[in-house]
């Protein structure tokens, strides 16, 4: 996938991406934000990139034409982990996760490249559904899934790293020519 906003390129990430992929994987706030714990040990970080990099053919960066630096990235999962529930059984679906680097934020960026991603997979692919989810200590991420169009469909308690309580919620926004269409109420499990 390659695709050109007004001021974004979504690419495959390259190798050549560490160093900015470095800078805000290692931002606490970021990975608080993902539910991981803050990456501090350079080869950690080096090593979660390299997993990332190779084993998942779906990971892209978000670059910030004008210069030419990544700024975020967006992994495309085949096997969403809803794909169990009722809502979308049997039917095609991907899942998103994102993050975008804190001096970044609040400009647009992941709703501009998380809009021509979802275009790409409706539209291009003909996927069904896509799925994504986030904390809900995240209300940036919150309100940017509702301003997308995403329907919680279901929340679970988790602890995450440190110890921290949250509620984790699955997203999904079906695609406007699927045969179906959830209209149900968020169940918690």
Known sequence: MYLETERL????????????????????????MRGTTAYTDP????????WLLNREKRFYAIEWRAERK????????????????PEVRGMTGRALSFCVS???R??????????????????AR???????GYYDFNLPSRRLHEKLGFTPISSQPVILPG???????????FNPHAPRAFTG???EK
């Not at 805000?24 to 706030?29: C, H, I, K, N, S």
């Not at 990544?70 to 529930?85: A, D, L, R």
């Not at 960026?109 to 539209?123: N, P």
């Open 9 to 32: 390129t979504v690419r495959y990430m390259l190798e050549a991406d560490f160093p900015d992929w470095a800078a805000y994987a290692m931002d606490p706030e970021s990975c608080r």
């Open 43 to 50: 080869a950690r970080v080096k090593s979660a990139f390299e």
């Open 70 to 85: 990544v700024v975020g990235h967006i992994v495309v999962y085949n096997f969403p982990e809803i794909g169990e529930e």
């Open 102 to 104: 804190g001096p970044y």
């Open 106 to 123: 609040r400009r647009g960026v992941a709703a501009e490249a998380l809009t021509a991603v979802i275009g790409f997979l409706f539209d």
């Open 126 to 132: 003909g996927v069904e559904y896509i799925s994504s």
């Open 163 to 173: 110890g921290e309580k949250a509620q984790a919620v699955t997203t999904v926004l």
């Open 185 to 187: 109420e968020i169940s």
